[in-house]
C-alpha cells in the first residue's frame, strides 16, 4: 500500500518521556528542549502532565512549563489529564492564556492493566473520564481518547479487540477527536498492528487515530512502519527511545521499561521511506544528544549514535546553509604514486583530494571556487594509499570556512588545515 | 505475502558478534556458548573466523574452538574465510576431523568500502576470493557468497543494485551455494529490503538467499520482517545484537558501530508472527544474559530485559518441563473484603489467589492438585486492595515446587511460601 506522502510526527520527550526519570529536570531545561523541538519543525509535542504533583514529581512544574512555552498558531502542545482536579488545573492555565491545545484522556482495554495503574475497574474508570471528556471539549480543547495496552496485556496477555472497539466507540460518544491505540508495554507485532488498523479502519472509517508504540522488544519501528501502511497519519515518538512508565514503588508487573519508539530513530527512516516530517533529522539526533546530556546517560536511540543514512545531495552546496561544527561524511581516495597526475605538487594533489571529497557528498561543478591556503601537509604517502578526507565546518557564510583533515588507513595525517568554498547555488 | 512456516537463524556470535570486542574471550568460554546454542535448538552458527591472528586476535583460537565444538550431523558450522592462508589452514582442520560444513567468502558491493577494509579494488579482489570459492567447494565444503554493502554505504552513499546483481552472477559462476546480501552498516530500509529482494528473487529463482542486516539505525527487525515477507527462509542475527566489526585503528569511516540485528529479538517477533524456528525462545535470551555477563557489559537486546510478549498457554501445564529459577508471570487479584468469599480463612483465600493466578498462565482443570501447607501469611488487607502473585521454579518435577509471592500495589507482603503443584499432562 502507498504511504502517505506526509506524517505528522508527536513528540512526547516533555511527558511520555521524562515521566520516569528519577532525576528533577529543571523548568528552565523542559522549556529549552520544546523551544528547540519548535525550531526544529516539530507542530505536535506532549508538553507536560497534570497528574498529582505527590504522584510523579516531574510534573509538579506543568503550570511554570506552559507559561514558559513558545506560542504560535500552527503548534500544538498536548498535556495529560487523568482526573477532574488535573482538569480544573489545566483549564486555569487554559483561562490565563497559557493553556495547550490537546489533552489525552487514558484508559487501559486491559481491565487488569487498569487495576493494576489505577486501581480502578473498568465500571469504575469510566464515568469520572468521561466527564473530563465531554467538558475538555466544552471548554474548546481537542481530546485524544488513548485506550493503552491495545496490543496487549503484562498481566491479562491476550486483550480482545471487541475491548478496543467498544472503548473506542465509547470515547466517540463523548465527542474524542482523535483514538489513539496506545502499545503502553510493547507487545504488538507489525502483522497484529496490521490486522488491528485493517479492522479498526474499516468499523471507523472517519476516525483520526494515532500510533503509540513502545519499544520494549524491539519492534517499535516496525510497528510504527505497518501503522504507516495502514495509512495512517499521526504517529507518537520520543528524543531518545527515553519513558515508559512512570516510576514508583508498586511491584513490577512487567520488565523492560524500555520506553516510546525514538523519534529521531523514526525520522531517519521516514526520510529514507521518502515520507516528509517537516521535520529536520540531523537536528533531531543533535538535540537528542543534549538530551542525553540532560538526562545524563546514553538513551536508547540508534541514530543518535550513527547519523541518518549517507546519501549524496540531490542540491548544490548551498554554504550558506552549513552548520557550524557539523561534520561533512568522510570520503576515500586511493592516492597511486604513478598514477595520472604525479607530476603535480601535494597542494596541487591535496586540492584535487578534496574537490573529490566534497563532490562526493553535493554535485559540485567544475571548477568550483576553493581555496586551500593555509593547508598544512605532512608526510605524503610514497606508496599506494588509501586516504580518508572529512571536514568539519568552521564558519558558514557566503564563503564558508571548512577544516580539512586527510588521513592514511593506519592514522597517520596526510594534511589538514582550513579551506574556504564560495556558494554556488 | 504470507510467510514462511519455518526459518533457519543463523547464530552469529561467535563470529561476527564477537570480532570487535576489545577482551579476548576464552576458548572454553566460546565452546561452551556454542554448545549451549546447539542444547537451545540452533543448527547453524557462525563457530569462528580464519582472520590472520595478529589483526583479529579474537580468533587466534581458532582451530581450537573447532576442536572443541559439539558434533551432530544435523549441525552447520560456519567459518569466515579471508584469504588462501585462511582456507589452508582450516582445510587442515577439516582433513583432521574438526571442521566445519560452510565457509563465508566476503566481497563488498561499493568499492570504497572494499578499499577501507582491504585495501583492495574490485579488480584486485576478485581473482583471489574466485580461487577461495571454488577450492572449498572442490573439497566439499559449502559456500556462502557474502556481498557486502548491498543496501548502502557510509563512504559512497547509494549503491547500485546492478553491482549486487553482477556480484551475485559472479559468485554463482564460482559454484556458491548461497548469497547472503550484507547490509554491513545498517543502510537498509524495508521499503528497499523488499525492492531489492522482489528484483533478486526475480532474476536469480533458483538462488537461496540470506539475509543479514545490522541494527546500526533500529530497522534490523523491519528489515527482517521485510525479507521474510519476500519469502526469505535463512536469517542472521547475534545473541545481545552484538557485533558489527573489527577494532582496528583505523580512523573511523562511519560511527554508531551497532551490531548485528539481536537474535532473542528476532526469535520473539518469528513467535508472535508464528513463524516456527525450533529455538528455545526463553533460553536464548537467558543465553543472552549469560553472555551479557561474559562480555562484562549489558548488550543491545531488548527482550533480553523485557522477556517475551506475555500469552496464556494453549496447553495445560505440565510440571515437569517447568525450569528451575525461571518466573511465572504474576498476575492480579483484586481482593474485596466484602465479596464473595468472606467467610473463608486467609489461607483458603489465599489458596484460591494462587489456584487463579495458576489460571492466568496455563488453562488449570478445575481442583487441580496444589498443595499451599507451609504459606507464611501475613498482615491481610482489611480493605478493598490490587494484590500481584508471582511464582519462582524452585524444582520442577511429577510435583513441582514453586514459590509463591503476594504484594500488594504498596510493595507490601500478604503472603508468601511454597507450593506444590502435581502434574495434570
Redesign the interface.
Known amino acids: 500500500m502507498a504511504l502517505p506522502a506526509r506524517v505528522e510526527i508527536c513528540e512526547c520527550w516533555a511527558r511520555d518521556g521524562i515521566q520516569g526519570e528519577g532525576q528533577f529536570i529543571p523548568t528552565d531545561v523542559k522549556i529549552q528542549m520544546i523551544q528547540q523541538m519548535v525550531n526544529l519543525g516539530f507542530h505536535r509535542m506532549e508538553a507536560t502532565s497534570f497528574s498529582h504533583p505527590k504522584l510523579v514529581k516531574q510534573f509538579a512544574d506543568s503550570v511554570d512549563v506552559l507559561k514558559g512555552l513558545p506560542r504560535r498558531d500552527d503548534l500544538t502542545y498536548i498535556a495529560i489529564v487523568p482526573n477532574q482536579k488535573a482538569l480544573e488545573r489545566l483549564l486555569d492555565c487554559c483561562q490565563a492564556g497559557y493553556g495547550v491545545q490537546e489533552i489525552t484522556a487514558i484508559i487501559s482495554a486491559s481491565e487488569?492493566h487498569l487495576?493494576?495503574n489505577l486501581?480502578r475497574?473498568m465500571a469504575e474508570a469510566k464515568p469520572p473520564l468521561a466527564k473530563i471528556v465531554r467538558q475538555a471539549r466544552a471548554e474548546g480543547l481537542k481530546v485524544i481518547g488513548c485506550i493503552g495496552t491495545s496490543f496487549?496485556?503484562?498481566?491479562?496477555?491476550?486483550v480482545p479487540l471487541a475491548q478496543v472497539e467498544e472503548l473506542t466507540d465509547w470515547y466517540l460518544e463523548q465527542g474524542a477527536d482523535y483514538i489513539m491505540l496506545g502499545d503502553t508495554t510493547?507487545?504488538a507485532?507489525?502483522?497484529?498492528v496490521r490486522r488491528v488498523y485493517q479492522r479498526m479502519l474499516d468499523k471507523f472509517p472517519n476516525v483520526e487515530f494515532i500510533s503509540h508504540f513502545h519499544?520494549?522488544?524491539?519492534?517499535?519501528?516496525?510497528n510504527t512502519?505497518a501503522a504507516l501502511e495502514q495509512g495512517l497519519v499521526y504517529h507518537d515518538g520520543s528524543l531518545g527511545g527515553i519513558g515508559g512508565q512512570p516510576s514508583t514503588?508498586?511491584?513490577k508487573?512487567?520488565?523492560?521499561l524500555?520506553g516510546n519508539t525514538?523519534t529521531e530513530?523514526i525520522l531517519?527512516?521516514l526520510d529514507?521511506?521518502g515520507v516528509a516530517t517537516g521535520i529536520d533529522t540531523v537536528g533531531a539526533i543533535e538535540l537528542s544528544q543534549r538530551i542525553e546530556a540532560v538526562c545524563g546517560r546514553e538513551l536508547l536511540?540508534?541514530?543518535t549514535?550513527?547519523?541518518?543514512?549517507?546519501?549524496?545531495s540531490r542540491q548544490a552546496l548551498d554554504t550558506t546553509a552549513l552548520k557550524t561544527g557539523r561534520e561533512v561524511?568522510?570520503?576515500?581516495y586511493?592516492w597511486q604514486p604513478d598514477a595520472a597526475g604525479s607530476g603535480q605538487n601535494h597542494t596541487q594533489v591535496a586540492e584535487k583530494i578534496i574537490r573529490d571529497a566534497l563532490d562526493?557528498n553535493w554535485p559540485m561543478p567544475v571548477d568550483f571556487p576553493l581555496e586551500v591556503k593555509d593547508l598544512e601537509i605532512r608526510a605524503w604517502p610514497e606508496q599506494r594509499a588509501?586516504l580518508?578526507t572529512r571536514f568539519t565546518v568552521l564558519e558558514p557564510g557566503d564563503t564558508a570556512r571548512l577544516e580539512a583533515l586527510c588521513?592514511k588507513?593506519?592514522?597517520e595525517v596526510i594534511f589538514q588545515g582550513p579551506v574556504t568554498v564560495s556558494n554556488i547555488a
Do not use: F, I, K, W
Not at 215 to 222: E, F, K, V, Y
Not at 329 to 332: E, H, R
Open positions: 487488569d487495576l493494576a486501581e475497574t496487549g496485556c503484562p498481566l491479562s496477555g491476550e510493547g507487545e507485532n507489525p502483522l497484529q519499544d520494549t522488544r524491539g519492534m517499535g519501528l516496525a512502519l514503588n508498586r511491584p508487573y512487567h520488565y523492560g524500555s525514538c530513530d531517519v527512516m529514507e521511506l536511540g540508534h541514530t549514535r550513527s547519523g541518518p543514512v549517507r546519501h549524496r561524511p568522510p570520503s576515500l586511493l562526493h588509501v580518508l588521513q588507513s593506519d592514522g
